[in-house]
């Protein structure tokens, strides 16, 4: 716990260079937004206090921040969007006269990680503040950094106001820094809006502070991690990163294989166990978890699901569904929300379930709906059965009981039992619950009409 440190995270501005009716740092990238992003690299810092400045779309950016669930998390409104040094003035009365030190974060820095914020902490814990820099090949854009004789900052000052001689520099202001509370509250009340776009600078806090004799030092970080997302291709690039920073986690430090981290789409918060297998053009969201030696893919699309250890899911789309271990499913099936697949199923090509249990070691081997339905264990659902679930009004339900053989093309129209053990006859239309252990047979008996084709041909 850092008793004495607030965190300012700046969410306010509309992100002009997005163009976007959202609000820039409600984007998400690899399954997160950017101000989510930032926000996971404070968590572990423990800070007495985290105080989001928020203003263009203030109730969602607000919602979105406190669904991090951050320790000590607060809003303040920034209602109208005068610049960073503004958005900070405006966060500074929130804090707790406890507060030692700020640490202000912009919201659009998705790859910061905790390690490097430590880091920032331990500079500056001995001067009055520290700030995070980088060198970047095209600084264009960004604030330039101009150090004093002994290296520290001088001033920052952004692009567009920059000469062309401060525009060679490399060095750049990556937008985080951390600083004594009362120095900053000392320039904060010193801020003007004498630039090229007539905003209130937090930049020019440092030069400020740097005139009136307090140290600033700066702490030079790989450009990736710091890079701000400022429009869609940026967003593009960061979100590549996130993902292959995650796929590499996985691979070292987990033991997964991915065939191709470059066609393999993974959110943030995915969990994959060792020795699973994720083949090409995999793409998993939104908290889906691989048990261990599961294979995935190529080119399954899963949306919050749990796969069990050892099972093989090819070339399919699920939503909110639970595959049990060992299960096989695939290539193409399609299993929505409420899915639940035990141990040993096989669902297989052309398959459709939703709100369904299907019990161990049970199948629907092809081309299948099946909705609204609870299967018992060791069932077997032959081709084309349909669970007629849904009479333009009311959705109802289909019960199957452990090793019924539903045979191919039955129409089960609920709500319908079969029984335990139970047989249903190809091209059923099942009205009426089958007993356990009967057979029901429900299509009208076939007429054959000899010599009748021959018939017809010779009367031409
Ligand atoms: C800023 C820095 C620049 C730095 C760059 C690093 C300033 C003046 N410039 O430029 O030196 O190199 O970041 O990425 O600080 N925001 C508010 N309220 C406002 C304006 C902005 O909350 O009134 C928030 C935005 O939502 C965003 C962050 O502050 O999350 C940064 O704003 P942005 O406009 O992206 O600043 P840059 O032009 O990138
Ligand atoms: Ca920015």
């Given at each position: 716990?850092?008793?004495?440190?607030?965190?300012?995270?700046?969410?306010?501005?509309?992100?002009?260079?997005?163009?976007?009716?959202?609000?820039?740092?409600?984007?998400?990238?690899?399954?997160?937004?950017?101000?989510?992003?930032?926000?996971?690299?404070?968590?572990?810092?423990?800070?007495?206090?985290?105080?989001?400045?928020?203003?263009?779309?203030?109730?969602?950016?607000?919602?979105?921040?406190?669904?991090?669930?951050?320790?000590?998390?607060?809003?303040?409104?920034?209602?109208?969007?005068?610049?960073?040094?503004?958005?900070?003035?405006?966060?500074?009365?929130?804090?707790?006269?406890?507060?030692?030190?700020?640490?202000?974060?912009?919201?659009d820095t998705p790859m910061l990680t905790a390690p490097t914020l430590e880091q920032l902490?331990?500079?500056?814990?001995?001067?009055?503040?520290?700030?995070?820099?980088?060198?970047?090949?095209?600084?264009?854009?960004?604030?330039?950094?101009?150090?004093?004789?002994?290296?520290?900052?001088?001033?920052?000052?952004?692009?567009?106001?920059?000469?062309?001689?401060?525009?060679?520099?490399?060095?750049?202001?990556?937008?985080m820094f951390v600083v004594d509370r009362a120095v900053l509250a000392d320039a904060l009340?010193?801020?003007?809006?004498?630039?090229?776009?007539?905003?209130?600078?937090?930049?020019?806090?440092?030069?400020?502070?740097?005139?009136?004799?307090?140290?600033?030092?700066?702490?030079?970080?790989?450009?990736?991690?710091?890079?701000?997302?400022?429009?869609?291709?940026?967003?593009?690039?960061?979100?590549?990163?996130?993902?292959?920073?995650?796929?590499?986690?996985?691979?070292?430090?987990?033991?997964?294989?991915?065939?191709?981290?470059?066609?393999?789409?993974?959110?943030?918060?995915?969990?994959?166990?060792?020795?699973?297998?994720?083949?090409?053009?995999?793409?998993?969201?939104?908290?889906?978890?691989?048990?261990?030696?599961?294979?995935?893919?190529?080119?399954?699309?899963?949306?919050?699901?749990?796969?069990?250890?050892?099972?093989?899911?090819?070339?399919?789309?699920?939503?909110?569904?639970?595959?049990?271990?060992?299960?096989?499913?695939?290539?193409?099936?399609?299993?929505?929300?409420?899915?639940?697949?035990?141990?040993?199923?096989?669902?297989?090509?052309?398959?459709?379930?939703?709100?369904?249990?299907?019990?161990?070691?049970?199948?629907?081997?092809?081309?299948?709906?099946?909705?609204?339905?609870?299967?018992?264990?060791?069932?077997?659902?032959?081709?084309?059965?349909?669970?007629?679930?849904?009479?333009?009004?009311?959705?109802?339900?289909?019960?199957?009981?452990?090793?019924?053989?539903?045979?191919?093309?039955?129409?089960?129209?609920?709500?319908?039992?079969?029984?335990?053990?139970?047989?249903?006859?190809?091209?059923?239309?099942?009205?009426?619950?089958?007993?356990?252990?009967?057979?029901?047979?429900?299509?009208?008996?076939?007429?054959?009409?000899?010599?009748?084709?021959?018939?017809?041909?010779?009367?031409?």
């Amino acid at each position: 716990m850092a008793a004495d440190l607030a965190v300012i995270v700046l969410a306010a501005g509309k992100g002009t260079r997005f163009r976007s009716e959202r609000a820039k740092v409600l984007h998400r990238a690899a399954g997160r937004s950017l101000v989510g992003h930032v926000l996971e690299a404070v968590r572990p810092l423990g800070a007495a206090q985290v105080v989001v400045v928020v203003g263009h779309q203030a109730d969602e950016v607000r919602a979105e921040a406190e669904a991090s669930g951050v320790g000590g998390l607060t809003t303040v409104l920034q209602a109208e969007q005068r610049g960073t040094g503004h958005a900070v003035q405006q966060a500074m009365p929130a804090l707790d006269p406890a507060i030692g030190r700020v640490l202000v974060l912009f919201g659009d820095t998705p790859m910061l990680t905790a390690p490097t914020l430590e880091q920032l902490l331990a500079t500056g814990a001995e001067v009055t503040g520290a700030m995070l820099t980088a060198v970047l090949d095209d600084p264009t854009g960004y604030g330039r950094v101009l150090r004093d004789d002994r290296g520290d900052v001088a001033r920052i000052v952004e692009h567009r106001d920059a000469s062309e001689e401060q525009r060679a520099v490399g060095e750049i202001n990556a937008g985080m820094f951390v600083v004594d509370r009362a120095v900053l509250a000392d320039a904060l009340d010193r801020l003007g809006d004498d630039n090229d776009q007539g905003e209130i600078y937090l930049t020019d806090v440092v030069g400020i502070a740097a005139d009136a004799g307090h140290r600033i030092v700066p702490l030079v970080v790989e450009a990736a991690e710091v890079a701000g997302v400022n429009d869609r291709a940026q967003l593009a690039q960061a979100a590549a990163a996130l993902r292959a920073a995650h796929a590499h986690r996985l691979m070292t430090e987990v033991g997964v294989s991915i065939v191709d981290p470059a066609h393999t789409y993974l959110d943030v918060d995915v969990v994959v166990e060792r020795d699973a297998v994720l083949l090409p053009g995999t793409v998993l969201e939104a908290g889906t978890t691989i048990g261990a030696g599961a294979t995935v893919g190529p080119n399954s699309h899963l949306t919050t699901c749990e796969v069990g250890a050892g099972a093989v899911v090819h070339s399919t789309r699920g939503v909110e569904a639970r595959i049990g271990p060992g299960a096989q499913v695939g290539p193409f099936s399609h299993l929505r929300a409420g899915t639940v697949l035990a141990a040993a199923t096989k669902v297989g090509a052309y398959v459709e379930t939703k709100n369904a249990r299907i019990g161990e070691g049970s199948k629907v081997p092809h081309l299948a709906y099946v909705g609204d339905a609870t299967v018992g264990e060791g069932a077997n659902l032959a081709c084309g059965v349909i669970t007629v679930n849904y009479d333009g009004r009311t959705k109802s339900h289909t019960t199957v009981g452990d090793g019924a053989f539903v045979g191919c093309d039955t129409m089960l129209v609920a709500p319908v039992t079969i029984g335990v053990g139970a047989y249903t006859a190809a091209g059923s239309t099942i009205t009426e619950d089958v007993p356990d252990d009967a057979l029901a047979i429900a299509r009208s008996r076939q007429t054959v009409k000899p010599g009748w084709a021959a018939r017809q041909r010779e009367n031409g």
